[in-house]
T-cell receptor, first 113, second 117 residues
Framework: KAGVTQTPRYLIKTRGQQVTLSCSPI?????VSWYQQTPGQGLQFLFE???????NKGNFPGRFSGRQFSNSRSEMNVSTLELGDSALYLC????????????FGPGTRLTVT | AQSVSQHNHHVILSEAASLELGCNYS??????LFWYVQYPGQHLQLLLK??????LVKGIKGFEAEFIKSKFSFNLRKPSVQWSDTAEYFC???????????????FGKGTHLIIQP
């Protein structure tokens, strides 16, 4: 079974721009969560989607948003990029009945200049 | 909000040494506990998990962890480490609220483990 895939793997953007990252969960997984990983803050929960609905949200500004499609694929968007948004963005998927057992993708490395 | 502490940020051991990595979370209630591992150049992988039942759980590659509810701890152990265990190890907690629905995982800052041959 294929794992969680994320595209693109690397991205360089300029301050003020916006960016969209994509995540395809493991087949059959309907819950998708997003995390930000930085050297200073570690891994932080952004939000979680299930059946196209945002079910939970972490403590991030409204510039960070996401959505989920009917095939469970998910995108996250960051608008008005700031230098501090440079990070590894991780997507994780899980089965509905084992929501808490999450499987992670390789991440998208975003660099904001 | 829940918080997770991993006491050792960097650990260096020789092969065949025993390993114990500490993990404490901030408050109780019903929790799910996890250890994830990130090998160099690879993505996060689930090492083991505790949902309920026997507080001593066994994971992949000879790792085990013990949940001690009274101490809010979930320490990771391995009797004899190998060079291939060199990696970053993350403890994570998920609070199971009575209202249902999944919440995000709260991670510790990680422990960088280096095994010297």
């Amino acid at each position: 079974k294929a794992g969680v895939t994320q595209t693109p793997r690397y991205l360089i953007k300029t301050r003020g721009q916006q960016v969209t990252l994509s995540c395809s969960p493991i087949s059959g997984h309907r819950s998708v969560s997003w995390y930000q990983q930085t050297p200073g803050q570690g891994l932080q929960f952004l939000f979680e989607y299930f059946s196209e609905t945002q079910r939970n949200k972490g403590n991030f500004p409204g510039r960070f948003s996401g959505r989920q499609f009917s095939n469970s694929r998910s995108e996250m968007n960051v608008s008005t990029l700031e230098l501090g948004d440079s990070a590894l963005y991780l997507c994780a998927s899980s089965l509905p009945e084992t929501d808490y057992e999450q499987y992670f993708g390789p991440g998208t490395r975003l660099t904001v200049t | 909000a829940q918080s997770v502490s991993q006491h050792n940020h960097h650990v260096i051991l020789s092969e065949a040494a025993s390993l114990e990595l500490g993990c404490n979370y901030s408050y109780g209630g019903t929790v799910n506990l996890f250890w994830y591992v990130q090998y160099p150049g690879q993505h996060l992988q689930l090492l083991l998990k505790y949902f309920s039942g026997d507080p001593l759980v066994k994971g992949i590659k000879g790792f085990e962890a013990e949940f001690i509810k009274s101490k809010f701890s979930f320490n990771l152990r391995k009797p004899s480490v190998q060079w291939s265990d060199t990696a970053e190890y993350f403890c994570a907690v998920n609070d199971r609220y009575s209202g249902g629905g999944a919440d995000g995982l709260t991670f510790g800052k990680g422990t960088h483990l280096i095994i010297q041959p």
